[in-house]
């Protein structure tokens, strides 16, 4: 008799366990059926970005006043300050500006905001160019192709951006292109030399990577390269802005004769080439990508290699994680609750169930609703299984329209159990069964189920 005393008191606070579990239950289930479109195979775990403001972009340059500025653009067509560092081929700039009175303000990268404004209010300089960054009147010139940016960024060449801005200034942009228009914008590349070919590639055998003098890049980020390659043998050759006028060597295409299956990265200013396993896969459109998103402000600023290289390789990443051109998919976790979420339903039933099963004991008989009310607490009781049962039943007629509902009716029945065994006023108690009955009811007339409004249902009970 102990025994089955002790296991009755247990089973009061069991079966109010058991429910609250049942109510988590199909309230993650609910939740849950929220779903949005991925189209992604796996989450990056870098995004790339330009840091602006504390990167190192802000080159401390300094202006001449406005009405200085002004001046010297009234005295000369082209000016060029301190730092500056555009060029461009003054044969088909020349060509292009005519007899028309175009004039030229060249200014170094790496101003500030302000400074930049300072540059703006120069009102007679027909044309601006902020590092390589080249606008005039309502316009701004930008390079479209990889070859474009090459030019710009390798070499500082803004022969092309300036011959269209003139054009556009001019209103004929739309004329028959001039026979040296077509010319290569900057210097040609050339084959290293065997000496500089064994000097690049002794130092990439030593420790992976090489760094010219005049390179602004501290270390390779051999962590944000494993990433990009998934690899840690990404080698990584930096090398300063090359001279407009002169052959550049150009080290990619021999460097991936002597190392066919490593990543190479080869850097000329803010240039970046790729040159490796995959190459013809995702090299240009990563390289299209990078310099149309980052161009703008790369072309105004002097970010140090080391953050353009970072920013490259962050965009690799997001090109590899997203499952292009048949790269290789990194691993992605499983996702806990997309497993469980099947399960959901059938533990909620369980635990449904099993209360049901604990406060069997605890119920002398049914109890209607109006009318036939049964005196006392024990009435009280039964109420409270007989809705929860009304729940239970209905749970699997619901649809968006009335899951909110259910939701409310099993919290206000969980919160009406615990309010019973910890013996509250039987009027609390009924007004949190009244709450459940109002949101059953709505679920009732939603469903449209002759027998599933609270009043018809425990009447039927006691049938």
């Known amino acids: 008799m102990l025994d089955r005393r002790r296991l009755q008191r247990l089973a009061g606070p069991t079966r109010w366990v058991v429910l609250g579990i049942a109510v988590a239950s199909v309230t993650a289930f609910l939740v849950a059926q929220r779903q949005s479109t991925d189209t992604t195979y796996g989450r990056s775990p870098s995004t790339a970005t330009i840091t602006e403001g504390s990167a190192g972009e802000i080159s401390g340059a300094t202006l001449p006043s406005v009405e200085e500025m002004t001046a010297m653009v009234a005295a000369e067509r082209v000016v060029r300050l301190p730092g500056a560092v555009a060029e461009w081929d003054t044969g088909r700039v020349s060509a292009a500006i005519g007899t028309s009175d175009v004039r030229i303000l060249v200014a170094p990268p790496g101003l500030t905001k302000d400074q930049q404004g300072e540059v703006r209010k120069v009102e007679n300089a027909t044309i601006r160019v902020l590092g390589t960054k080249v606008s005039g009147g309502f316009y701004q010139a930008s390079g479209s192709t990889l070859t474009e940016w090459r030019d710009q960024f390798a070499r500082n060449d803004v022969t092309g951006q300036l011959v269209e801005l003139i054009r556009a200034l001019r209103k004929d942009a ?21 000496a500089e070919l064994d000097t690049v590639a002794a130092a990439l055998r030593a420790d992976g990577r090489y760094i010219a003098s005049g390179a602004t890049i501290k270390a390779a980020p051999a962590k944000a390269a494993e990433e990009a390659f998934g690899t840690r043998s990404t080698l990584v050759v930096a090398l300063p802005v090359q001279p407009r006028d002169t052959p550049a060597p150009r080290f990619g295409p021999r460097l991936a004769e002597l190392f066919p299956d490593r990543p190479i990265v080869v850097m000329y200013g803010a240039w970046i080439e790729y040159h490796g396993p995959h190459t013809a896969d995702f090299a240009d459109v990563t390289a299209a990508s990078f310099y149309a998103r980052f161009g703008n402000r790369l072309s105004a600023y002097a970010y140090p290699q080391d953050n353009v290289l ?34 959901l339903p059938w533990l909620f039933a369980a635990c449904v169930a099993a209360f049901l099963v604990l406060s ?32 239970v039943e209905v749970s699997g007629l619901t649809d968006n329209r009335t899951d909110a509902a259910l939701t409310r009716a099993i919290s206000s029945l969980g919160a009406a159990g615990k309010a019973l065994d910890a013996q ?40």
Do not use: I, N
């Open 424 to 463: 509250l006023p039987d009027q609390h108690v009924r007004g949190l069964l009244d709450d459940a009955e109002r949101e059953l009811d709505s679920v009732g007339r939603a469903v449209g189920v002759a027998g599933y409004r609270p009043a018809e249902y425990l009447r039927g009970r006691l049938a």
């Open 360 to 391: 069997a004991r605890a119920l002398p008989g049914p109890r209607p609703p109006k009318g036939l009310a049964v005196a006392g607490r024990d009435g009280v009781r039964a109420r409270l299984a007989g809705l929860t049962a009304l729940a």
């Open 174 to 194: 739309g004329r028959p292109a001039a026979a040296d228009d077509d010319a290569a914008g900057g210097g040609v590349w050339r084959d290293p030399t065997a």
């Open 310 to 343: 970072g920013a490259y390789l962050a965009l690799v990443t997001d090109v590899r994680y997203a499952g292009l051109f048949d790269r290789p998919l990194p691993y992605r976790p499983v996702d806990p609750l997309r497993v469980a979420l099947p399960v």
